[in-house]
């Protein structure tokens, strides 16, 4: 269908002012969030009318019969010069508005994404679970999607994606990519991913694993030879095991608890933190690469202990989340505040940084 001029002048504008997320609510005018903060366009409020014509002009017939049956949708568009952008719809005080997200048109080098240098090597893994965990627009897909870059420009192999939605397209380059989205090619993450593993993948991608079968499902193809890839809606490495484990019954948990000790190769935890200048968003991140020590305390039900196995592991390029905002606020990339207010620890944090700069040390 294509995107109406009224909506390519809103998502023209996004991308000029390189806004992150685009906001399209009853009662005010379109809203741009960019730099991490809320800015109203130049133009009259939006009324009720306005807004559900404005969802509902993006969207095929089968995804409005979804969307009204289920209340939301998420799916992407594409306009041939203004590029592809996630949109998710939903309802306020019974009327559709909607957010979406300008995804990206390349795919940028680790350096700039300033990811750690180990993710080259665990997209290297021929099997094994990797989790790329964090909160909502912390650029877990961006991550997922240089992975799946790197590994199509080294190996022969097949590459399958679940995504919701599918948001950058990759050309084909060694490897095959089959990418399908939910709601236009599968009807649901669990019984898609079952039935991709009918189709001899190398390596499987899930937008989120997000409810029991799933998960087991994704647990069971990354013990079978698959290098499965994944992300998750939690903060930090032993929170994501806590919630994996906790979704399922206490009869199923010692299974699951194992299946996770032998499959888990990595977490990786993401968030984007204010620039010191307001002018950009960095990426803060915690890894985790899991070892005998790990293995042994997910084994024990000792997930808390996991932050140690990360202290110990610094030589490796283990760190914690508080260690990434510490060493951002010692390069002067951020505040004092963002890096305590994103801290796991506050006061910890504080004490670090009051030390540090109080030592004399540069």
Known sequence: MPITSEMQRILALARRASAS??????????????????????????????????????????????????????????????????????????????????????????????????????????????????????GKTTTLNYMIDLINSERRCKIITIEDPVEYVHAQKKAIIIQQ?????????AKALIHVLRQDPDVICVG??????????????????????????????FQTIERIVSIFPDAQQPQIVAQLANSLKAVLAQRLIPSADRKKRVLATELLLVDAPAQRHIREHEFHHLVSVIQTGRRRGMHTMDDSLFDMYEAGEITYESAINNASH????????????GSGES
């Not at 499902?217 to 903060?235: K, Q, R």
Request: aromatic residues 6%.
């Open 208 to 237: 989120e694993m997000r409810d029991l079968d799933t998960t087991a499902t994704a647990l069971t193809a990354a013990e079978t030879g698959h290098l499965v890839i994944a992300t998750c809606h939690t903060p930090n490495t």
């Open 181 to 189: 989205e939910l709601h236009t090619d599968v009807r649901t993450f």
């Open 21 to 138: 997320d685009i906001h399209i609510v009853a009662g005010l005018p379109p809203l741009f969030r960019i730099n991490g903060e809320i800015v109203l366009a130049d133009a009259p409020p939006l009324s009720r009318e306005d807004s559900k014509r404005m969802c509902y002009s993006l969207l095929q017939d089968e995804q409005i019969r979804v969307f009204e049956q289920e209340w939301m949708l998420c799916c992407s568009v594409f306009h041939e010069s203004l590029g592809r952008f996630r949109v998710s719809i939903y309802y306020q005080a019974g009327n559709p508005e909607m957010a979406l997200r300008p995804v990206m048109d390349e795919i940028k080098a680790r350096s700039e994404l300033r990811l750690p240098v180990q993710i080259e090597d665990l997209t290297r893994i021929a099997s094994g679970l990797l989790l790329i965990t964090g909160p909502t627009g912390s």
């Open 346 to 357: 506050p006061t910890h944090m504080k004490d670090r940084i009051l030390k540090k700069d």
